[in-house]
């Protein structure tokens, strides 16, 4: 049964997170009645107060935009990878003593491998491309380094706004290329990558789905890689409607952004619980939520 707890997801906007349905379905596979996941809508200014009044009976907390940077300096600790990617998506809490412990980590990079892992299964990644340049671009690269490409590139619309994914990437000691976004050469890229992680937002890389369709109708090979696109609505992304259309590779194919989503909220229930995530049982609900079969 264990002790009633409580954990939640802040964000701001939050209203459309799917982490309560995914974090109450492993409660409830994992026996844990006391447990209760909320959501909380807090913004930039209101999290240090927020974090301020929780209670002993908080397990850990999901955080979404924009509040994975900001937490930061708010946690008495913070593990060496969400550190180096500099984003933190989860905190921890632990008791000692009648004190209270806060951690930061990340569990956004075990997502993207573990969604990308589905298509690719054991295959090492050589040629990578990340499309964005965000804190989720930081994270998609520390995955990329651990499925085996530490050199991916990385198209952005201004090389003058990435100042702290630059720095993210002197931290964890990967050698990415950074270029602006290009028709002819972005488009080239995806198609030639084993691997290509877009964290644009909704409907920003609509423009290379179309690319894409042009190239093949000009001729040209389409993409032989995988794709994952972060984003899960809408669902299926243009992006990835047309790379299951005019993909070529025999080990290609696209995971969706609820993937990612699965996994790194799987990772979460594992660290606030102490338990093994009870992973099908989490598909299945995100699965019925979507209304597509489980994976």
Not at 92 to 112: C, E, K, P, W, Y
Not at 142 to 170: H, K, M, N, Q, T
Not at 274 to 291: H, I, K, S, T, V
Request: aromatic share 4%; glycine share 10%.
């Amino acid at each position: 049964m264990g002790a009633p707890m409580r954990a939640a997801v802040l964000g701001h906007p939050v209203a459309h997170s799917l982490s309560p349905l995914l974090h109450a379905a492993a409660y409830e596979a994992l026996g844990l009645d006391g447990w209760r996941y909320g959501l909380h809508d807090v913004t930039e200014d209101a999290l240090e107060g927020f974090l301020a009044g929780l209670g002993p009976d908080w397990a850990g907390l999901s955080l979404t935009m924009p509040l994975k940077q900001v937490v930061i300096p708010l946690v008495d600790h913070v593990e060496p990878l969400a550190a180096a990617v500099g984003a933190v998506n989860t905190v921890l809490f632990s008791r000692a003593g009648g004190t209270v412990t806060t951690t930061g980590t990340n569990t956004d990079v075990h997502g993207v491998v573990a969604a990308l892992r589905e298509r690719l299964g054991r295959r090492r990644v050589e040629t990578a491309v990340v499309l964005g340049g965000g804190a989720t671009a930081a994270s998609a690269l520390a995955a990329l380094a651990e499925l085996g490409c530490p050199s991916a590139r990385v198209f952005v619309r201004s090389l003058d706004r990435i100042g702290a994914l630059r720095e993210a990437v002197a931290r964890m000691g990967v050698t990415p290329s950074f270029e602006v976004f290009d028709d002819a050469a972005t488009t080239a890229a995806l198609a030639d990558a084993d691997a290509v992680v877009s964290t644009t937002p909704k409907h920003a890389s609509d423009t290379w789905a179309h690319l894409l369709g042009a190239r093949v109708a000009a001729g040209r090979s389409g993409p032989r890689g995988v794709l994952l696109d972060v984003v899960y609505d809408p669902r299926p992304t243009a992006l990835q409607t047309a790379w299951s259309a005019h993909g070529t590779g025999e080990h290609g194919g696209t995971v969706g952004g609820e993937r990612m989503l699965l996994h790194q909220a799987a990772e979460q229930v594992r660290l606030m619980t102490g338990r093994p995530a009870p992973l099908d049982a989490m598909d299945e609900a995100l699965c019925a939520a979507l209304a597509v079969p489980a994976v």
